[in-house]
Nanobody, 124 residues
C-alpha cells in the first residue's frame, strides 16, 4: 500500500518561513518524480513545484519562483518544500504527490498517489 504523509504546516506571519515534508512508503521512492500542489478555499488545486527522479530537474509555479525550493532525500524517502518570504496568498492546503514516471511535470493527471495535505496559513 502506497502512503504519502505530509507534515510541517502551520500558522506563520507574512515574511516568515516553513518547511514541508512528505514521507513516501510502499513504492520505490527514487524511481518517480514528486510534486507539490496546493488548494485554497473555494479554488481549484494548483501546481506549486515538481522534481524529477534524479533531483536534477525542478520546475516551479511563477507565483512561488524564487521563494520556494523543492528537494528530495532518497535515504529518507522524503520530499521537501522550503517556503520563504511567505505571503497571505500562499494560504492553502498543501499536498504532495508521487508521479507515474520519472519526469517532473506540472500535470496533476501524471501523478499516481496523493497525500492528505497539510494546512499552511499565512497571516498579514
Amino acid at each position: 500500500q502506497v502512503r504519502l504523509v505530509e507534515s510541517g504546516g502551520g500558522l506563520v506571519q507574512a515574511g516568515g518561513s516553513l518547511r514541508l515534508s512528505c514521507i513516501v512508503s510502499g513504492r520505490t521512492f527514487s524511481s518517480y518524480a514528486m510534486g507539490w500542489f496546493r488548494q485554497a478555499p473555494g479554488q481549484e488545486r494548483e501546481f506549486v513545484a515538481t522534481i524529477s527522479w534524479t533531483g536534477l530537474t525542478k520546475t516551479y509555479a511563477d507565483s512561488v519562483k524564487g521563494r520556494f525550493t523543492i528537494s528530495r532525500d532518497e535515504v529518507k524517502n522524503t520530499v521537501y518544500l522550503q517556503m520563504n518570504s511567505l505571503k497571505p496568498e500562499d494560504t492553502a492546503v498543501y499536498s504532495c504527490a508521487s508521479g507515474r514516471n520519472k519526469l517532473a511535470t506540472q500535470r496533476q493527471a501524471e501523478y499516481a498517489y496523493w497525500g492528505q495535505g497539510t494546512q499552511v496559513t499565512v497571516s498579514s
